[in-house]
């Protein structure tokens, strides 16, 4: 089953999602197509399955929320960065990423995974007005990041030192998700 991940991570990563097939994965990770459908079903669930490995929502949410909401856009900037910037998080992200601007199985990824899974757990300790949307905009902020910096990779902002981004952007994210 690891070794249909990892094909399904590299081949969602360089192809994208609709480029990709289930037979190149089973070519890729040397099992036969009935395997993976036998785990994972559709290419739906395992493009999701292997997104969700990249981000451990569950693991993460702790991280994040830390000691309460003091700090917590700084927490926010540096976990993201930290999984953008990690090689082996970063090629399913950007596949997602990519992938979710024009097919909707992918856009569907994104949103069960990074705002509902996610982000409706941090907005549930948040004590704010509107916390689900606050957590939404802190969200947009960073997913424009991402396109910018890793996947357009514009200048200065895909050079940047990743302390520069934390410095600016998380008193940005703090006001977000705590100021009434």
């Known amino acids: 089953m690891e070794r249909i991940r990892l094909a399904a991570r590299s081949e969602f990563a ?13 070519k890729t990770a040397g099992v036969d197509p009935a395997l993976i459908h036998h785990y994972f079903g559709s290419k739906d669930e395992l493009f999701a399955d292997t997104i969700e490995l990249s981000l451990e929502p569950a693991v993460l949410v702790p991280q994040i929320l830390g000691t309460g909401p ?26 997602v990423i990519r992938s979710a601007l024009t097919h909707e199985a992918a856009a569907r990824v994104l949103r069960d995974l990074v705002l509902r899974r996610l982000l409706e757990r941090v907005a549930a300790d948040l004590d704010v007005p509107d916390p689900t949307f606050r957590a939404e905009l802190a969200a947009s902020h960073m997913v424009g990041i991402a396109v910018l910096r890793y996947v357009v990779q514009v200048e200065p902002l895909a050079s940047a030192d990743p302390e520069k981004i934390v410095e600016l952007v998380a008193p940005t994210l703090q006001r977000y998700l705590t100021e009434g």
């Open 70 to 95: 003091d700090g917590i856009g700084e927490r926010l900037v540096r976990y993201f960065l930290g999984i953008w910037e990690n090689p082996v998080t970063r090629a399913p992200l950007l596949a």
């Open 14 to 26: 360089a192809r994208g999602y609709d480029k990709t097939s289930l037979r190149g994965i089973a």
